[in-house]
Structure formats: C-alpha cells, structure tokens
C-alpha cells in the first residue's frame, strides 16, 4: 500500500527539526526508523501533511557512560544496542530486550527514541525502561527537559512530549555492583510483538537480600505497567523460590489486558505470572554473579 501524500522535510540540526515542528504544529510528525510511522501511513491511521526525517541530524545516535547515567542518543538504532559492548556486558536487561524487537532488518532502521516516543504499551522498550528507571530527555524550543520514565506514559498512543519536542535521548542509571536483570517475553512467532512480557532490574545487598527491585510489563494495558507491588515485597527480602512466587503473583495482579487475537485476558495474567517468576530468577542469578 502506498501512504497518502505528504511534504519531506530533511532538518540538519535539532533546533531547525524543533522549529519546523512548531511551525507545522499537529500536522507533523518526526521520521525515525520508520518502522511504526510509515506501516500507519499506509493503513491511513496517521496522516502527517508534514515529515519531519531527522535521520542527517548528526550527534544523536550513541551509547555511553557519562555522570552515572549510560546515555542512549534517540536515533541509536536497535542493531546498535545488540552490537555494543558496554551494554552486552553490563546491562543484560537492555540487551534481551533488544534482541527480541522485530526482527534483525527492523532492528537496522529502528531506533530507541522512536520505540518509547511511539507510546505504544505492545513496544519492548517502555516496560523495560520503567524497570530501569530511566529518564527521557525532551528538546523542544524552551530547550531540554528531564522527564523521569514513570510519567512519560499517559496512554495509549500518547507521551509526555509536547507536540514542538523532540525525544533526543535516554538516561539509565549505571547499576550498582550485585545487580542483574532480564527481560522475558512470548510471542506469537518471532519477529512478533509480545502476547506479554516481563522486565526485571535488581540489585542484592551484601547479605544476598533484595535492595531495589524494578518490574514493568509489556502489552499488559494501555501503557507499560510498573509492577509497584511486587517490587515493595521483594525488598529487604531473600530472593528464594516462594519469594519470587510470591512477588511474580503480585506483579501478575496489576497487569489489566485485553482479550485479543494473541489471547483472552485471564490467560495474558496467567503469563505475566509465569514470565515475572523467570524474569525475576534469572535477574537474582545475573545479580549474584
Ligand atoms: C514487522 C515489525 C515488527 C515489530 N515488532 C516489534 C517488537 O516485537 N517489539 C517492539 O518493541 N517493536 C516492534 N516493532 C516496532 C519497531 O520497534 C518500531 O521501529 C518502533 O516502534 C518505532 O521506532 P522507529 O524509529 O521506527 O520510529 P518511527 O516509526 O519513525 O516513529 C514512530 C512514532 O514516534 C515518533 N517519533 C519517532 N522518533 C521520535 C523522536 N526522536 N522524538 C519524538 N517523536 C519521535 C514519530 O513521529 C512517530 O509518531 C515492529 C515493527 C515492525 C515493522
């Protein structure tokens, strides 16, 4: 299918991007990777007069360590996160996330930014960000502002961004020593979206109980879902099997999905439970390592 037709406009810096947004108002729409925006073109679920492809804008695509926080620029393509060592080697919930988006020739267009600023509750990087505890940098034209993850899912389809601001890039916490994390997912077929999924960061304490616990679900309501529950009881705790029980039970009592072609809600429960008791286990065994 071919999408409706619609003006190109190919910005060479952020601020030129931020001002053709303000300019076009509702009537434009960031390029990225693509991979949400042009399917939606061609089902005329979003009819943009106005692309705005801020793909030749240079400097907002990288990954690294700076002042405590592992900074993503927006437009790091998903491929780039598989290929980058500091993230294979010391953030294992970022990387099983990223090698369960799509598919590898999405993977190579698709990028972070577009992941999380698409705001759709069914995309890998919401709920796993939320369990990381991430921050959304917003560029727009009163300059950068700082958006902590769990407010920048309103709903569905919907961010905190404001129509002239540019998501430019994801701030992540650098873990303390004895953390670990995963990320659990089912799908259909690969290359699929998740029936549900289960992101978990953790970090032990000396004794080997449980200091800070993140959890967020994936395709579980209209936005990514913070596990708040399930997180309060495993702190302070021995990370043993009835806890972790215990804890994918409460997580699984906050997912709130809807019966679809991936399956009726009470079995999307039943699996939130299941993947929450792996996600966990397997975070509490990075962690101890
Ligand atoms: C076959 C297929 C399978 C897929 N499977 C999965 C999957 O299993 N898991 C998963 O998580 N995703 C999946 N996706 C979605 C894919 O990851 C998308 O690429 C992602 O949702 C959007 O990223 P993008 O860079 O392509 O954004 P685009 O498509 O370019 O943009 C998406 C939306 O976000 C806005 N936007 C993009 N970048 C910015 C920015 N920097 N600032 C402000 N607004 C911005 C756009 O205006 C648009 O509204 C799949 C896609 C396809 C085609």
Known sequence: MIPPAFEYLRPKTVPEAVQMLQQHGDEAKILSGGQSLIPMMKLRLARPAFIIDINRIAGLSYIKEEGGFLKIGGLTR?????????????????????????????????????????????????????????QIVATGSKGERVIPIEQFFVTLFTTALKQDEILTEIRIPIPPAKSGGAYEKLERKVGDFATAAVAVQLTLDASGAVASAGIALTNAGPTPIKAKKAEDFLRGKKPDAATIAQAAQLASEAAQPSADLRGPAAYKVGLAKELAKRAIATAVARAGK
Not at 101 to 126: E, S
């Open 78 to 134: 998903e491929a780039e996160l598989e290929a980058s060592h500091i993230v294979k080697s010391k953030y294992p919930l970022l990387m099983d996330t990223a090698e369960v988006i799509a598919d590898p020739q999405v993977r190579n267009m698709a990028t972070v930014g577009g992941n999380l600023a698409h705001g759709d509750p069914a995309n890998d990087h919401p709920a796993t960000m939320m369990a990381l505890g991430a």
